[in-house]
């Protein structure tokens, strides 16, 4: 099928792993779009941007329940057929990950402050060795 990638392709471009995306699959976050003849995934482009969304909220603790729904509100978002009411819907969850993304990446700028602290620290207390 034209214009579309095998899973090893996603794997690299996203930085997921090969596992994750079959897991993915699986739980029905994100299917491929398409298979091959012999049953290979096949991603396309709309496919690896609903991938990278998900790379984005991982480090922010996001479930994958909370993934797929962010998921959804985006498609309906998108989507210029949508009733009011889903559109509305879909905004307010949308502004609830975004205050729960800052909110979680100021306490990551927190943690990471902790971490150079301790490793300046840690930098501070080596012997000095001599040449």
């Known amino acids: 099928m034209a214009g579309t990638m095998q899973i090893g392709e996603v794997a690299e471009r996203t930085s997921l792993s090969i596992r994750t995306l079959r897991h993915y699959d699986s739980v029905g976050l994100v299917v491929p779009s398409a298979r091959s003849a012999g ?9 690896v941007e609903r991938l990278l969304v998900i790379r984005r909220m991982k480090p922010l603790e996001f479930t994958l ?9 985006l498609d309906v978002l998108g989507n210029d057929d ?16 975004h205050d729960k993304a800052l909110d979680r990446c100021e306490t990551l700028r927190r943690h990471l402050a902790y971490g150079e602290e301790f490793a300046a620290l840690l930098a501070a207390r080596r012997p000095v060795t001599e040449l």
Not at 39 to 47: C, N, P, Q, S, V
Not at 82 to 97: G, L, P, S
């Open 82 to 97: 949508a009733d009011d009411e889903d559109r509305a819907a879909a905004t307010q969850f949308v502004d609830k990950c």
């Open 39 to 47: 049953g290979f995934r096949l991603y396309t482009e709309a496919d």
């Open 65 to 73: 329940a909370e993934m797929g729904e962010l998921l959804e509100a």
